[in-house]
C-alpha cells in the first residue's frame, strides 16, 4: 500500500466515524494545491465517493491555522437556502505521517483567477457585490476578546498590534536603518495609544482571486481558506483587503472587484491620510515584503513604491 492509499484508508474511516459517508463505497483523493510544510511538499485532496455526489476537501494543517478557531462562529451563517456558505470543518484535525489534516465540505465553484477575463463588466460587477455582502457578513461575527495564531487572548488592540509590530521590525531583510526602525516603532505606539476600536470582529486576512470562489449553480460568491483569520479590529483587515488592489493579481480583480467592494469606505489613498490606517498599512506592507523576499520573489512595483514612500515620511 502507496502512501496515498494508506491516507485515503485513514480518510475513508474518518468519514465514516463523523456519519458523512456510507460503508462499502470508495473514496478518491484528487490531489489539488501543492503545499510545503517544514520544507516538504504535500498536497491538499478533493474527496469524492463512489455512491455520493457530495464532496470533501482534506487539507493540510500548517502551523497556527486559524480555520479551527473561527470554525464554530463561520457554520452559524446560513445563506436563504439553509446552507452554511463557507467552508466548515466536518473532521477535526488528525495526524498521519507526522502531518496533520482535517476535512471540510468541499465548496463548488471556481476561484475568480480561473475565470476568462472576457466576461462581461456587468458579471464582475455583480461578483463584487456578492463579495462586500460576505465581507461586512464576517464583520457582524463577534466575539469575547481579540486572537492571534488561533487562539484568544486578553490584550487590548493597541498591545497586540505594537508586539507584533516590534517582531517584524526585527526582521534583517527589511530595508529599514535601525533609527528607521525605532522612528517607526515610537510614530505608531503614539498613534495606536491614542486610537479607538472596534469590537473584536472576523477579519479573512487573506482576501485575494484565489480564496473567492463563484458558483454558477447558485449564482453566489464564497470566501474560502481562513488559515490567516482571526478576531480584530475591523480597520486592521480593511487594510489587507486595500492592500490586495496593488498585490501580484489579475487586472479584472484590481479593476474591477476591489473598487467596487471597497466603495463607500475610505480607499487606499483615502486612508494614507488616516493615522491609524497609516500604521497598519506599514505593518502589512512589511509582513508583505518579508513574505516575497524569503521566498526570493521579487515584491511587486506598486506595494514596494508604497513602502518606500511611507518609510520616507517617517
Known amino acids: 500500500m502507496d502512501e496515498r492509499e494508506a491516507l485515503s484508508a485513514v480518510v475513508y474511516q474518518k468519514l465514516i466515524k463523523y456519519g458523512l459517508l456510507s460503508a462499502g463505497q470508495e473514496i478518491y483523493l ?19 465517493g463512489s455512491k455520493t455526489a457530495r464532496k470533501f476537501f482534506l487539507k493540510v494543517m500548517k502551523p497556527n491555522d486559524c480555520a479551527p478557531h473561527c470554525n464554530e462562529y463561520l457554520q452559524k451563517i446560513r445563506d436563504n437556502d439553509g446552507k452554511c456558505p463557507y467552508s466548515i470543518i466536518l473532521v477535526p484535525a488528525f495526524c498521519f505521517h507526522d502531518v496533520y ?6 465548496v463548488d465553484g471556481q476561484v475568480l483567477d480561473m475565470l476568462p477575463e472576457t466576461l462581461p463588466e456587468d458579471f464582475w460587477g455583480a ?26 487572548i486578553l490584550d487590548d488592540c493597541a498591545s497586540i498590534f505594537l508586539q507584533k509590530f516590534a517582531e517584524k521590525l526585527r526582521y534583517p531583510d527589511i530595508p529599514l536603518s535601525e533609527d528607521k526602525r525605532r522612528l ?18 472576523l477579519l479573512h486576512m487573506d482576501i485575494k482571486p484565489g480564496n473567492i470562489v463563484y458558483d454558477p ?43 467596487r467592494v471597497i466603495r463607500d469606505r475610505p480607499t ?20 508583505n515584503f518579508i513574505y516575497y523576499n524569503r521566498r526570493k520573489m521579487r515584491c511587486p512595483g506598486e506595494m514596494t513604491a508604497l513602502f518606500e514612500r511611507l518609510a520616507g515620511q517617517l
Open 30 to 48: 484528487w490531489p489539488c494545491h501543492a503545499i510545503a510544510v517544514r520544507g516538504k511538499q504535500y498536497s491538499h485532496f478533493i474527496i469524492s
Open 101 to 106: 489534516y482535517y476535512i471540510t465540505n468541499y
Open 127 to 152: 461578483i463584487a457585490d456578492k463579495l462586500r455582502l460576505r465581507y461586512n457578513e464576517l464583520l457582524s461575527i463577534r466575539a469575547p476578546h481579540y486572537s492571534e495564531c488561533g487562539k484568544f
Open 184 to 201: 517607526a516603532f515610537d510614530w505608531c505606539r503614539v498613534v495606536m495609544e491614542n486610537c479607538a476600536f472596534s469590537e473584536p470582529t
Open 217 to 259: 449553480a447558485r449564482d453566489s460568491v464564497s470566501l474560502i481558506d481562513f488559515e490567516f483569520a482571526r478576531f480584530g479590529d475591523a480597520d486592521y483587515g480593511w487594510t489587507q483587503l486595500l492592500l490586495s488592489g496593488i498585490n501580484c493579481f489579475s487586472s479584472i480583480y484590481k479593476k474591477q472587484i476591489v473598487p
Open 268 to 287: 487606499l489613498q483615502e486612508a494614507l491620510n488616516i493615522p491609524k490606517y497609516r500604521c497598519y498599512l506599514f505593518y502589512q506592507l512589511i509582513c
